[in-house]
């Protein structure tokens, strides 16, 4: 059974948010319905700011966001 540090895991859940802002954004751009492109939009910015939130915790525990 292997051990993940909180550290390790920050940097999963970092990837994770990074890889759905951008898939968020890329099916903003496809979309062809305005109200589902204001949804898409609003899911990509939400993933952005989870984003930001976990590479700070990422600085505070020492890591390298």
């Known amino acids: ?3 993940f540090s909180d550290l390790d895991m ?8 990074s ?12 979309a062809h ?7 898409y939009l609003r899911l990509a910015n939400e993933a952005t700011n989870a984003h930001t939130k976990v590479s700070k915790l990422i600085n505070q525990s020492g890591g390298i966001a």
């Open 33 to 39: 319905h305005g109200d589902l492109r204001q949804i």
């Open 19 to 30: 890889s759905a802002a951008m898939g968020f954004m890329t099916l903003a751009t496809r």
């Open 10 to 17: 920050l940097y999963d859940y970092e990837k994770d948010a």
């Open 1 to 3: 059974m292997s051990q």
